[in-house]
Every structure is written in structure tokens, then in C-alpha cells.
T-cell receptor, first 113, second 116 residues
Framework: GENVEQHPSTLSVQEGDSAVIKCTYS??????FPWYKQELGKRPQLIID?????GEKKDQRIAVTLNKTAKHFSLHITETQPEDSAVYFC????????????FGGGTRVLVKP | GAVVSQHPSWVICKSGTSVKIECRSL??????MFWYRQFPKQSLMLMAT?????????EQGVEKDKFLINHASLTLSTLTVTSAHPEDSSFYIC????????????FGPGTRLTVT
């Protein structure tokens, strides 16, 4: 089955700096890659996603890049703010195989004011 | 936007008893729902896929006789933890997938289960 690895597990950045989280996946058939932000005790919130036919997607301060050949994708957060502090999860799924999401291990991001 | 609710939001039960958790899609029909378990400071682990009108598909290592899933309608799936033990204490989250040309899953708010 699919295996998703996520790095780093923790990330501390100064407010205003950028944060980058990287994920690799094992199944080349995966074609949907969402990123979620989860605050303590809350549901995961989709912040951005990318499909395999796109190499990059941006939404204001958040961007995701996908390298299908290398089977890795990354989340970039620019101009970080204290409210960006949370746990971020990457995930991968195959549309034709039931859309089951396989999650990475998570990255705990702390933005220091 | 699509809304998924869960009930209860938290529950405490005694060891050996059973607990039922409901997952509802409020404004759309969900042919497929997913159940995840999340232990503290860990990632979400898929437990099973719930398909309306058919048996659930369980992930490897998940006991189907312990975690009973019923997807009786297009808006409701239930997870029953039978003969709960302290090691079943966890955060249970459901998600619903609406095949409307989108890939997105919509997550419920989660249910915190504590077994004493």
C-alpha cells in the first residue's frame, strides 16, 4: 500500500520567515495530494491541494509543489504568522482506488513572535 | 460548503461497554465515508471505508468485529466500538467523500473517546 513520509516532525520559525514541509510518497499511481492544518482537538482543515496533472499551486501565502518523477511534494508557507502555529499533515490518495487518504506523520509548526 | 457532523463530541465509558459514534453529512449525500483514529501527537490512521448499502472495508490490523460500521443511508454512518478497553481511548474522526467531480474529503469534528 501507499506510504507517505513527512519531514521535519517539528519546525520552529521566526514570525515573517518561511516554512517548508516536505513529503514523499511510494505509490506512483497516487494522483491527489492535500495538505491539512490541525489545531489541538480539532478536525483537519484542508489548506491547499494539488492534483498530479499540476506541478505547482499557490493560494496567497501558501504554495504546494509536486514532483511526480521523484514522488515528492512540498508545502511552502511565506510570511509566517503566529496563527500559522499548528500541526500540518500531508496526504496522498488514488482517485481510482476509492480515494483513501494516506497521511504523513505530521509536522508541528511553531511560529515565534 | 459541505458539512460533516459527529455525535457525540466526547464520551467516557467503562471498560467492557460499547459506544456508538455517529457521522452525518448535513448538506450532501455521501456514498463513501471514512473512519480514522488518531492517538495523541500522532497522525490519522484510516480504520475503514464505509460504503452506503454494503459492508465496510477494513484496513489491515483493524478488528472488524470490534469496530462495527454501518452505513445505513447516504447521510449517516455509525462506528460502534464494542467491548471497549482503555487502549481504545482515542480521537475518532470521520470524513465523507462526495463524488461531485472533486477529490476533496470533508472531515467531521471528531469524537474523543476515553475508556476507564
Amino acid at each position: 500500500g501507499e506510504n507517505v513520509e513527512q519531514h521535519p516532525s517539528t519546525l520552529s520559525v521566526q514570525e515573517g520567515d518561511s516554512a517548508v514541509i516536505k513529503c514523499t510518497y511510494s505509490d506512483s499511481a497516487s494522483n491527489y495530494f492535500p495538505w491539512y492544518k490541525q489545531e489541538l482537538g480539532k478536525r483537519p482543515q484542508l489548506i491547499i491541494d494539488i492534483r498530479s496533472n499540476v506541478g505547482e499551486k499557490k493560494d496567497q501565502r501558501i504554495a504546494v509543489t509536486l514532483n511526480k518523477t521523484a514522488k515528492h511534494f512540498s508545502l511552502h508557507i511565506t510570511e509566517t504568522q503566529p496563527e500559522d502555529s499548528a500541526v500540518y499533515f500531508c496526504a496522498a490518495s488514488i482517485q481510482a482506488a476509492g480515494n483513501k487518504l494516506t497521511f504523513g506523520g505530521g509536522t508541528r509548526v511553531l511560529v515565534k513572535p | 460548503g459541505a458539512v460533516v457532523s459527529q455525535h457525540p463530541s466526547w464520551v467516557i465509558c467503562k471498560s467492557g461497554t460499547s459506544v456508538k459514534i455517529e457521522c452525518r453529512s448535513l448538506d450532501f449525500q455521501a456514498t463513501t465515508m471514512f473512519w480514522y483514529r488518531q492517538f495523541p501527537k500522532q497522525s490519522l490512521m484510516l480504520m475503514a471505508t464505509s460504503n452506503e448499502g454494503s459492508k465496510a472495508t477494513y484496513e489491515q490490523g483493524v478488528e472488524k468485529d470490534k469496530f462495527l460500521i454501518n452505513h445505513a443511508s447516504l447521510t449517516l454512518s455509525t462506528l460502534t466500538v464494542t467491548s471497549a478497553h482503555p487502549e481504545d481511548s482515542s480521537f475518532y474522526i470521520c470524513s465523507a467523500f462526495a463524488p461531485s467531480g472533486r477529490f476533496e474529503q470533508y472531515f467531521g469534528p471528531g469524537t474523543r473517546l476515553t475508556v476507564t
